[in-house]
């Protein structure tokens, strides 16, 4: 198994890496100290698949599992699922000692992890992600929260795992558009902070369509090593360093929120708001042509969106203008200036976005 280190002093933890690793959450589990009962927190997608490898080797290590499963989808981070779990912890006779086990992709990844960030005032998770998105961003980093129906994310903690447990193969199962939606965010990885690993996704995009082992193994340390250096620079998104990661998603939380657009996908919105990003960054003189070209070309061979349907620039810059991320005259995005840097913005002028919104728009 390929271990990364996340550094956060005490709240240090590592992320293991490997083909198979999924039946080693018993064993790192006890390795940490866990004792008593385990609860594994799963979806109905995920569960029928992976949750027995989990709760037998959880077993196997002579500690207590016990499956809890809620239905599929982002309806799920909600607070009355949250209370589902807190009740059901209680009702399984959880104590301070008892260890969460978030099995699946980000949506029990932040479920999971806010219940055990506030039950009994914080117990120990292990993250053990099922989805491309959840491997390279969500489960790494310890931001968990739910959903209000005014808003995403809005109730949540910041509460680290004790370790995070990455089996590539589990992959193999999920929808390809899933798969898709998870490579923007490694694509995304490469602009912000690493051209040679943009350069090595460009040559090794079919292998990781088809979840080649070692292609796949290595775009997937890679980015958990950048997130996690991040990470550990702004633990809390406190200054501000974090905000990079945020690439692509001012203009692609406008289009979730909008919705219109053929139901898109997270990752499908991020990759169109990666193309605009980098058009805006070209209008100001900040990046070069190829720069978006290279983008666009990279995107499109993982069969993501580059361009906008079905919806009016002028309300796509209305919600980025309710966002949190834009308060103000002016937007803040942020840019690149190169393949493998970006630069976060505060006075981009909402006519230069709209002018690019208009130029993505076809049909
Ligand atoms: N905490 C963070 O730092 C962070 C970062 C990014 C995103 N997020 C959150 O992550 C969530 C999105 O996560 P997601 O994209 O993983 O979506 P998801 O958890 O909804 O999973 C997508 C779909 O794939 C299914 N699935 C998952 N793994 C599978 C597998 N191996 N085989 C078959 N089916 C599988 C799920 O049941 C679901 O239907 C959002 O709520 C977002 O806010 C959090
Ligand atoms: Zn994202």
Known sequence: MTRVHVDLGDRSYDVGIGDGSLSSVGSVLKSLGARGRVAVVSDSNVAPLYGGVVTECV??????????????????????????????????????????????????????????????????YVQAPTTMLACVDSSVGGKTAV???????????????????????????LPKRELRAGLAEVIKTGVIMDDT????????????????????????????????????????????????????????????????????IHGEAVAVGMVAASRVAEKLHMASAEVTMRQEALLQRAGLPTT????????????????????????????????????????????????????LLVG
């Open 59 to 124: 077993a196997a290590a002579g500690l207590a599992p016990r499956l809890f499963t809620v239905p599929a989808g982002e309806q799920s981070k909600s607070i009355e699922r949250l209370k589902g779990l807190w009740d059901a912890f209680v009702a399984f006779d959880m104590d301070r000692s008892s260890s969460v086990v978030a099995l699946g992709g980000g949506v029990v990844g932040d479920l999971a992890g806010f219940a055990a960030a506030t039950y009994m005032r914080g117990i120990r």
């Open 197 to 264: 690993f943009f350069a090595r996704l460009e040559s090794e995009m079919d292998a990781l369509l088809a979840l080649a082992g070692p292609p796949t193994l290595d775009a997937i340390r890679r980015c958990v090593e950048l997130k996690a250096a991040v990470a550990a620079e702004d633990e809390r998104e406190s200054s501000g360093r974090r905000a990079i990661l945020n690439y692509g998603h001012t203009v692609g939380h406008a289009l979730e929120t909008l919705g219109g657009y053929g139901e898109l």
């Open 308 to 359: 906008l349907r079905s919806v009016r620039p002028a309300d796509v810059l209305a919600v980025m203008r309710h966002d949190k991320k834009a308060r103000g005259g002016t937007l803040t995005m942020v840019l690149p200036t190169r393949i493998g840097e970006v630069r976060v913005v505060n006075d981009v002028p909402p006519e230069t976005v709209k002018a690019v919104l208009e130029d």
């Open 147 to 173: 959903d209000l129906e005014s808003g995403k994310n809005l109730v949540g903690a910041f509460h680290q795992p004790a370790a995070v447990i990455i089996d590539p193969t589990v992959l193999r199962t």
